[in-house]
T-cell receptor
Framework: GQQLNQSPQSMFIQEGEDVSMNCTSS?????WLWYKQDPGEGPVLLIA?????ELTSNGRLTAQFGITRKDSFLNISASIPSDVGIYFC??????????FGTGTSLTVIP | GAVVSQHPSRVICKSGTSVKIECRSL??????MFWYRQFPKQSLMLMAT?????????EQGVEKDKFLINHASLTLSTLTVTSAHPEDSSFYIC?????????????FGPGTRLTVL
């Protein structure tokens, strides 16, 4: 199925640094979702965005629904070792069609 | 928050046997559930959409007779891998859609690791 363009593909950062990743698409989405997946586990929902321009925080995480409805970003502030994992974005078109980004692998160096 | 469970979490079976994986939405009803397959270090690959009370919709290239899906209730969908072969070994993940006042949010199960010997 359709894949969203997610970047960067991987990141290696020092503990304490901020992280930013984004997803873009040529399609207009109604919903943007951000997930984190640890090895051997299912993705866990971090933030859900339902309106264009919406900016939502969840602890050290902040995500925004792009005003054009074709993009979204996720920021992690003051990274810690447990932030390590793979982050996925997902966009929803009409109905129950969800499309996923290719993932961003985050490594935090203590 | 919405919780989705999967059972079993791990299963090892012999080639030629069938394996059933259950996906349950524990604290909400889900008309729609999805089944995904994930290969190491790759994103999720949608296999099929499971709709309560009707036949599942399979993605192109996914054999419906190989991967049987049943969505018998608003809280349970099952995936049966029939006549499993080693190439069916993978990580299978289900998800369920929680609908609230015009918004749809997808919640994932913890996944099932299938190993076919």
């Amino acid at each position: 199925g359709q894949q969203l363009n997610q970047s960067p593909q991987s990141m290696f950062i020092q503990e304490g640094e901020d992280v930013s990743m984004n997803c873009t698409s040529s399609s207009i989405f109604n919903t943007w979702l951000w997930y984190k997946q640890d090895p051997g586990e299912g993705p866990v929902l971090l933030i859900a965005l339902y309106k264009a321009g919406e900016l939502t925080s969840n602890g050290r995480l902040t995500a925004q629904f792009g005003i054009t409805r074709k993009d979204s970003f996720l920021n992690i502030s003051a990274s810690i070792p447990s932030d390590v994992g793979i982050y996925f974005c997902a966009g929803q078109l009409i109905g129950n069609q969800f499309y996923f980004g290719t993932g961003t692998s985050l490594t935090v160096i203590p | 928050g919405a919780v989705v469970s999967q059972h079993p979490s791990r299963v090892i079976c012999k080639s030629g046997t069938s394996v059933k994986i259950e996906c349950r939405s524990l604290d909400f009803q889900a008309t729609t559930m999805f089944w995904y397959r994930q290969f190491p270090k790759q994103s999720l690959m949608l296999m099929a959409t499971s709709n309560e009370g009707s036949k599942a919709t399979y993605e192109q290239g996914v054999e419906k007779d190989k991967f049987l899906i049943n969505h018998a209730s608003l809280t349970l969908s099952t995936l049966t891998v029939t006549s499993a072969h080693p190439e069916d070994s993978s990580f299978y993940i289900c998800s369920a859609i929680l609908t609230r006042v015009g918004t749809d949010t997808q919640y994932f199960g913890p996944g099932t690791r299938l190993t076919v010997l």
